[in-house]
């Protein structure tokens, strides 16, 4: 294996970082005088996918999204590699088809939730197998004895009438006695809870004890300083949560314009209550776009970048306290020729991306 000498600025926050990748794929301080020198002039230890589903495809509008097999699935998680994406927190599969797949170790590859936690009519019925709230407990003890560190918990829904999402109808799917009872389950079993929400009912989850909010554009500022004091973190999904509505269609077109104003006043409470912020791209988007999204809805560059990579990292892998680039680990590392912090769409153009040691591109 090819030796390699890194000699660039340190993303997200610029430092100078000086070492290399030795002949077995591991980060050194200290690279063979023959080493070759790694294209790029910033490097960044891995982005982070924190909320995606490997497993499945948006269908459209019309159709919805549609479950995948286990191999496009595996193709997907080494698509995102190729990307320079290191670390993939995957917010639930159908059938749990993702637990069937190598799990995060030495810093890159896989976090999977498993199944989605759901009761009857609760969720996208060709994607999960109901939950009552009888079994929900179980459930998730069974997901983490399969290898999952997070359970994904469907926390509110619209109401399906005749196949057709309703959201001027949705509601909790289970009660807060049951959500409570849920994350004192999963806390005790070492794991952790994720909790998707589009309504109010945010605030009540918050409250019950999850540890992280997917979408969650009805947040309030009360619930994202309780977030942050117990170390809670928001993936706000821009991609999905600010899609573009149809242009003929005014009233959709309004509330878009509505949603967006919300989430630029949410980031900003985010912001000063000092919650971490991630990025994750859901079925329907990619890391650059949602970069871009967090910098224009008011996150300074530099953060939006740590809330794809640095931060993103830390919060997930919460027992790997090494820094981002430790000698003798495998090298996990995406480099740049230009400066993303400057334009997001510089990230679809790694020059080199490692993952586990292994050069992908």
């Known amino acids: 294996m090819t030796p390699w000498r890194v000699t660039a600025l340190g993303l997200p926050d610029g430092h100078p970082v000086e070492g290399g990748i030795d002949r077995h794929g591991r980060w050194t301080d200290a690279p063979p005088a023959d080493a070759e020198p790694l294209p790029g002039r910033?490097?960044?230890?891995?982005?982070?996918?924190?909320?995606?589903?490997?497993?499945?495809?948006?269908?459209?509008?019309?159709a919805g999204p549609r479950p995948l097999p286990l191999p496009?699935?595996?193709?997907?998680?080494?698509?995102?590699?190729?990307?320079?994406?290191?670390?993939?927190?995957?917010?639930g599969s159908p059938g749990a088809v993702t637990l069937r797949m190598p799990t995060a170790g030495e810093g890159a590859g896989l976090l999977a939730a498993g199944r989605f936690l759901a009761p009857p009519g609760g969720y996208f019925p060709e994607l999960h197998e109901p939950v009552t709230a009888g079994g929900l407990v179980q459930a998730a003890l069974d997901q983490i004895a399969a290898g999952a560190r997070w359970v994904k918990l469907i926390g509110d829904f619209p109401a399906i009438d005749q196949g057709v999402l309703r959201p001027d109808l949705a509601g909790p799917?289970?009660?807060?006695?049951?959500?409570?009872?849920?994350?004192?389950?999963?806390?005790?079993?070492?794991?952790?809870?994720?909790?998707?929400?589009?309504?109010?009912?945010?605030?009540?989850?918050?409250?019950?004890?999850?540890?992280?909010?997917?979408?969650?554009?009805?947040?309030?500022?009360?619930?994202l300083r309780a977030l942050a004091e117990r170390g809670g973190a928001w993936t706000p999904t821009l991609c999905a949560v600010l899609a573009p509505a149809p242009a003929d269609d005014p009233e959709r077109r309004r509330r878009w314009a509505e949603r967006r104003e919300r989430l630029v006043h949410l980031l900003d409470e985010a912001v000063r209550h000092r919650v971490t912020v991630l990025a994750g791209t859901d079925v329907v988007g990619n890391l650059p776009h949602e970069v871009r999204l967090l910098t224009e809805l008011g996150l300074p560059p530099q953060s939006a970048l740590a809330a794809a990579s640095s931060n993103a990292r830390r919060y997930l892998l919460t027992g790997d306290t090494a820094g981002d680039f430790t000698p003798g680990r495998p090298a996990n590392l995406v480099t740049y020729?230009?400066?993303?912090?400057?334009?997001?769409?510089?990230?679809?153009?790694?020059?080199?991306?490692?993952?586990a040691g292994r050069r992908l591109l």
């Open 42 to 62: 910033f490097v960044l230890a891995g982005l982070v996918d924190a909320h995606c589903h490997l497993s499945i495809a948006d269908g459209g509008a019309a």
């Open 337 to 355: 020729h230009d400066d993303p912090r400057d334009d997001p769409e510089v990230l679809r153009r790694p020059a080199a991306t490692f993952a």
């Open 173 to 223: 799917t289970y009660r807060i006695d049951d959500v409570r009872r849920l994350v004192r389950a999963v806390h005790e079993a070492g794991a952790r809870v994720a909790a998707h929400t589009t309504t109010a009912w945010a605030a009540d989850l918050v409250a019950a004890g999850v540890d992280s909010i997917e979408h969650g554009d009805a947040l309030t500022g009360d619930a």
């Open 72 to 91: 496009q699935a595996r193709q997907n998680l080494r698509a995102a590699q190729r990307a320079g994406i290191t670390l993939v927190r995957d917010m």
